[in-house]
């Protein structure tokens, strides 16, 4: 069993930048691959990013590319998102996920997570 907490979130303007965390316990993330969703009001939860157990292969969405970088230290059984000039439509409940490795190829795919933090608010205002 893994557990996720995720922190970082906060209100911020347009064009301003925050830096998600997802610490993990239970379990060590080395072997998981780990990902961020978000959840604006009344929409599906989407991808954001994701990036593979050594940390070597990140992907994300074409929505957030070149603005967010995913990144994580295994050694502290942690993930990051740093997310930078940010836009009002980045405006959602922010979620870190993990995922056994060997699912990394459906890395956009809710449903391969097995594991999901309680999230952490992001709003940009403009």
């Known amino acids: 069993q893994v557990q996720l907490v995720e922190s970082g979130g906060g209100s911020v303007q347009a064009g301003g930048s925050l830096r998600l965390s997802c610490a993990a316990s239970?379990?060590?993330?080395?072997?998981?691959?780990m990902g961020w969703f978000r959840q604006a009001p009344g929409k599906e939860r989407e991808f954001v990013a994701a990036i593979n157990w050594t940390g070597l292969r990140t992907y994300y969405a074409d929505s957030v590319k070149g603005r967010f970088t995913i990144s994580r230290d295994n050694a502290k059984n942690t993930v990051f998102l740093q997310t930078n000039s940010l836009k009002p439509e980045d405006t959602a409940v922010y979620y870190c996920?993990?995922?056994?490795?060997?699912?990394?190829?459906?890395?956009?795919?809710?449903?391969?997570?097995?594991?999901w933090g309680q999230g952490t608010q992001v709003t940009v205002s403009s």
């Open positions: 239970g379990r060590t993330l080395s072997s998981y691959a």
């Open positions: 996920a993990a995922a056994p490795q060997y699912k990394i190829a459906a890395y956009q795919s809710k449903g391969e997570y097995e594991y």
